[in-house]
């Protein structure tokens, strides 16, 4: 079992190419401005099976999704079952994307599922979101990234720091589903840097 957020099943906001997005629920870090704090308490959200969750990327990469990624909350609060859907994501081909608030030799040096998880992840983001050191916007500032205390680690070669996708304007994606406004992505303030997207329930 996971504690899920929330899902989109199909966006361009939340990494390279077009993505399965999860929001795990649940982070013990609560940077202050975090822009999802409804995400913080460990006990909200859905508890679903995993299962699902395969089936659910599974109908996405026949769709045409080229990855996941994995939001929160904080993954690797969970990392034994995120583990288990980053193993499941690359065994049917799809890249792993991971957003944490913790450092990347900090997850290294804990010895527990994150290992696991680590092992998995084609491109993390790493480090606690900084309110006072906001990344400015591309083409000057990194695409994705909240703050400038943030780092992408290529994990893989399964994407570059070069690849033209990484410095591309930000968007936010507004989905309809199951009688659901969901708003996902970087907002920028500019009108047409917004898409809208009306997805069908899965």
Request: proline letters at 6%.
């Amino acid at each position: 079992m996971l504690r899920v957020a929330t899902i989109v099943d199909d966006t361009e906001a939340e990494g390279p190419g077009r993505r399965w997005a999860l929001w795990v629920q649940g982070c013990s870090i609560r940077c202050p401005g975090c822009c999802n704090p409804e995400m913080f308490v460990a006990d909200r959200g859905t508890a679903t099976e995993l299962a699902e969750l395969r089936a659910s990327m599974e109908r996405a990469k026949a769709a045409g999704v080229e990855g996941v990624s994995i939001l929160g909350g904080e993954p690797f609060e969970q990392a034994a079952g995120v583990a288990e859907v980053a193993r499941h994501a690359r065994r049917i081909g799809l890249t792993v994307m991971v957003y944490s608030g913790y450092l990347l030799e900090a997850l290294r040096a804990r010895g527990d599922d994150a290992a696991a998880l680590l092992a998995e992840i084609d491109l993390l983001v790493d480090g606690p979101y900084d309110r006072a050191r906001p990344e400015p916007p591309p083409p000057i500032g990194r695409r994705w990234i909240g703050s400038t205390n943030q780092t992408m680690h290529y994990l893989t070669s399964a994407y570059r720091a070069d690849d033209p996708r990484m410095h591309a304007a930000n968007t936010v994606e507004i989905h309809w589903r199951d009688g659901k406004l969901i708003v996902n992505g970087w907002p920028v303030g500019a009108a047409d840097l917004v898409r809208k997207k009306k997805t069908a329930s899965p």
